[in-house]
């Protein structure tokens, strides 16, 4: 839809006249810092500024956190938040939406959830002002804005206003109270930013996603100036996980805490991607108390080689080099598989089931004179049927230093259902970025800076990319029912 009558100066009134701005959804975040508005409680993704306009300061200058800025890397980037979208151009403008993904409250798929978004998700809005209608503040000039779903199981609210309807109107001059700006490198954007003002839910199930589509309204005069895409949310795979605690002497073996590891899985991470995690098994694996029990070779050289003849830290755990950690894990899997009654192989396409091994075993290593410590390692090696290409495992062991880290738990499992970490350039994946710029999972909490400092996000690394909610619901190991 286009408009009626241009102004004959930007930033004038008339009464057909609409001025020139664009709307974005937006969940809490800030560029460079963590959040504490944002847990994972749904899945939330959009191309921030930061990927690929000069922002960071990166190596003392102000880069992209796309490693790769070139117009074609840029490109690809963008591709993936347009694909198979309805795209839109307002006032002949590039549009990119973001993209939601909720559960839906009533679907009866075994695998779903009423509960996990039963409130829906609260968005922050933004107003960006097109350059060259930029010089003066938008208005209270009666322009109307008009938010209206294509599936009527999406409903959408105010913040307090619990309309729950399909077909939303409201004043643009409502959302007008917070003007800022920001220096984009070679251009500058003036937008107003609203916190927490738009409610997002869904009380049906969508099998192609759906499009919340907002208007700009002024008398007669219709502009389209934004949008958000929904994830289809119809099928819900189930991701079956057992905890096992490895030792060789009595001392605990830590765990995350917060509000508890089965309850991050469930409504701070997986959900993202529209996955439902499910704890199907939680054990106990004493190397000594086997060994005491089976007298059996295996038993005795694992113990032996990983602890009797290991260095104890100050808590009577044995310190491994990180250049053990292949062996540990291949070690540690085949004598779980023979002991702890495991059907088949773990790291095969016959096994649906993922394998959480926490140790209170130490893992250390010394790069550039300095001490380390490895928290957590997923299986990514050849397995039978693999014709000797290495693939991501249905296993991964948590260290001690990463025990009682939920991002780092998180984090190795999320390398077990196929993921790569962010900064990793790597053929099948259309983006690059630099090393702890990023709030994502699959991102480290130091930079990779030339002098490595801490993430501005860590602690908050806790999102997960449209792009790898697709790639986690093709591994091998989940559940679709039907």
Request: hydrophobic share 30%.
């Amino acid at each position: 839809m286009g408009v009626g009558g241009a102004s004959p100066t930007a930033g004038t009134s008339c009464a057909t006249c609409l001025r020139k701005f664009t709307v974005h959804f937006r969940r809490p975040y800030n560029i460079g810092r963590a959040t504490k508005r944002y847990n994972g409680e749904f899945g939330f993704d959009w191309l921030r500024d930061e990927y690929i306009y000069p922002i960071q300061k990166i190596d003392e200058n102000k880069k992209t956190v796309l490693v790769d800025n070139s117009n074609i890397a840029i490109h690809k980037l963008k591709k993936i938040y347009t694909d198979n979208l309805v795209k839109i151009s307002p006032w002949g403008k590039e549009y990119i939406p973001a993209c939601l993904a909720v559960f839906a409250t009533n679907v009866k798929d075994k695998n779903a959830s009423t509960q996990i978004n039963k409130n829906g998700a609260l968005l922050d809005l933004e107003i960006h002002q097109i350059s060259g209608d930029d010089e003066t503040s938008l208005q209270d000039d009666g322009t109307k804005l008009i938010f209206e779903t294509n599936e009527s199981c999406i409903k959408i609210s105010t913040n307090r206003g619990g309309e729950n309807s399909n077909y939303l109107e409201l004043p643009l001059s409502s959302f007008l109270k917070n003007r800022q700006s920001v220096n984009l490198g070679s251009s500058k954007r003036i937008y107003y930013n609203n916190l927490e003002s738009i409610r997002i839910s869904c009380n049906g199930a969508t099998t192609k996603g759906a499009l919340i589509t907002v208007k700009a309204k002024k008398n007669t005069v219709v502009e389209i100036v934004g949008q958000l895409y929904i994830f289809p949310n119809d099928k819900v795979p189930l991701a079956k996980i057992c905890f096992v605690d490895v030792s060789f002497n009595q001392n605990q073996v830590m765990r995350p805490k917060k509000t508890g590891l089965e309850y991050s899985l469930k409504y701070q991470s997986f959900n993202q991607a529209l996955i439902r995690p499910k704890i199907v098994r939680d054990t106990i694996f004493n190397i000594k108390d086997m060994l005491d029990r089976n007298k059996s070779w295996d038993l005795e050289n694992f113990y032996q080689k990983y602890y009797l003849n290991k260095v104890k830290n100050s808590l009577g755990n044995s310190i491994i080099s990180d250049v053990d950690d292949s062996d540990f894990k291949h070690d540690l899997i085949f004598l779980f598989q023979k002991y702890a009654k495991v059907n088949g192989l773990i790291n095969s396409d016959s096994n649906d089931i993922t394998y959480v091994f926490f140790t209170n075993t130490q893992c250390s290593y010394t790069r550039n004179g300095q001490g380390y410590n490895r928290k957590g390692s997923a299986i990514y090696a050849p397995e039978a049927g693999s014709n000797g290409e290495k693939v991501w495992g249905n296993s991964v062991v948590i260290y001690h230093h990463g025990a009682t880290e939920l991002e780092t738990v998180v984090h190795e499992i999320v390398h077990s259902f196929g993921l790569t970490h962010v900064f990793q350039n790597e053929k099948n994946i259309p983006y690059c970025f630099h090393q702890g710029f990023t709030d994502n999972f699959m991102d480290y909490e130091f930079t990779g800076e030339k002098k490595s400092r801490d993430s501005f996000y860590q602690g908050n690394q806790i999102a997960l990319f449209r792009d790898q909610w697709l790639k986690m619901r093709k591994d091998r190991s989940l559940y679709y029912k039907g």
